[in-house]
């Protein structure tokens, strides 16, 4: 305890030279626990025993960014980086062990910078996923970007470790269309594309956040979308054939024109069919009727309007604005409910007596949800190497799954245990060795690093590093060696330094 008193009164002493104090917090500041909760999306990891940090920075430029790496490393102490904080363990502001460590909190380094001309974005790192897309809309009708469906979903967090959401048929995974970044590395250096070399610019893209160091933002490609789209969401339960229904969707969905992606909610008893198609109502009738009858889709289902209105749209509802991809504010109901998740890979179509068998389980009391995003298309035609993210061709879908308890009424025990029983139903009917995760939808029950020597063992992370990162993993240490190879960025999931673990 006295030495952490010692390195953390090093830490701010330092850190005083360099950053105005008032963007720095310590527990006693009334600021600190509110600015603590801004981005906590899973409340279960804001409990009296969580580890919290010891002290919250609030960058508002890279020196002072470069500042707290440096000061930091000075006096032993760790940072976790933060953009959006909504890692599904909590990780960019707790520790799962005693640990002494700091949080960066980038909340402040959110600008976007359209260039609609060339086609280009620069992001910075805590930017929302929805503040990107509204900069894209307001500059210009006919481009968009190919990230996930939550808007408060941070820039930073999201394309470390890959990205996807309603265009990755069409356009592949957010971390597809990065072309350059600038990262502040251990050493507290500002790099770019350039400078930090091909093999760190490689593993930035997907190689999960955390362990390079702290991105303060990244230069996008722009895609071209039409200036009408088409949405739909069909529900079909299952006394409707919900299981026949789904059956039949593993089939189609990946085949489908890269133009169309038809995702499906599974909750209870019902199967939600959602989609986006880049093209009018007109154009996606005959695709329909001729490919997935099964669905028994009519032209009331469809609803035109622009990419840009269709973001809200999807995943805040009909009646959410464009201006709603702005809001930042946590709602206190975020707080009310915890939740459990993980994720698997499908490449052969699960039959339908299991579809039976599963939906079976859903209806059962504290039962979670299923979310299945088909793949096939561009995210499938990049090569598994070409970025950390290998779940590419042969993968029909992938499956999320989920599920919520409130938190005024118990501490997630029952519903966890629904989560990792079905995942253990669910064996096999899934990709295996390995079987596939996504990074994105982090689950500590996948494994954890192991610290020898004071750097976490490339041997022991093997057996989460290769469920997210597959033949990737390796080279993800050896990029992590040239960079941070004391790995001092690292957290219960970071990619181990491979040099130094022999
Ligand atoms: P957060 O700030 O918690 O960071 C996540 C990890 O990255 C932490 O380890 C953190 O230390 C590190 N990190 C953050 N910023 C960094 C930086 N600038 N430099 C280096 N490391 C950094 N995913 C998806 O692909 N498609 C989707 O549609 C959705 N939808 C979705 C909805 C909701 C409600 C949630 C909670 C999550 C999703 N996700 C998702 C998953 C999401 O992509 C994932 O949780 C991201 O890591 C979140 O990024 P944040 O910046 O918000 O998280």
Known sequence: VASQGNSSDAFLSCLSASIPRQLVFTPSSPSFTPLLKSSIRNPKFFTPSTVRPLYIVTPTNASHVQAAVLCGRRSGLRIRVRSGGHDYEGLSYRSVRAEAFAVLDLSSLRSVRVD??????????????????????????????????????????????????????????????????????????????????????????????ESFGVVLSWQVKLLPVPPKVTVFNVPVTASQGAADVVTRWQQIAP???????????????????????????????????????????????????TWIQSVPYIYLGSASTVEDLLNRTTAESVFSSGYKATSDYVRRAIPRDAWASIFTKLAQPNAGLMILDPYGGQIAAVPESATPYPHRAGVLYNIQYMNFWSMASGDGAVQTRWIREFYAFMAPFVSSSPREAYFNYRDLDLGENVVVGNVSSFQAGMVWGQKYFKGNYQRLAMAKAQIDPDDYFRNEQSIPPFANSR
């Open 116 to 209: 609609a001309q060339a086609a280009t974005a620069w992001v910075d790192s805590g930017a929302q996923l929805g503040e990107l897309y509204y900069a894209i809309g307001k500059a210009s009708s006919v481009l968009g970007f190919p990230g996930g469906l939550c808007p408060t979903v941070g820039v930073g967090g999201h394309f470390s470790g890959g990205g996807f959401g309603m265009l990755l048929r069409k356009y592949g995974m957010a971390i597809d269309h990065v072309i350059d970044a600038v990262l502040v590395d251990a050493k507290g250096r500002l790099l770019n594309k350039n400078t930090m070399g091909s093999d760190v610019f490689w593993a930035l893209r997907g190689g999960g956040g």
């Open 255 to 305: 085949a489908l024109p890269e133009d169309l992606i038809i995702r499906v909610v599974v909750q209870q008893k019902t199967a939600n069919f959602q989609s986006l198609f880049l093209g009018t109502c007109d154009a996606l009738l005959p695709v329909m009727s001729s490919r997935f009858p099964e669905l028994r889709f009519n032209r009331s289902d469809c609803r035109e309007m």
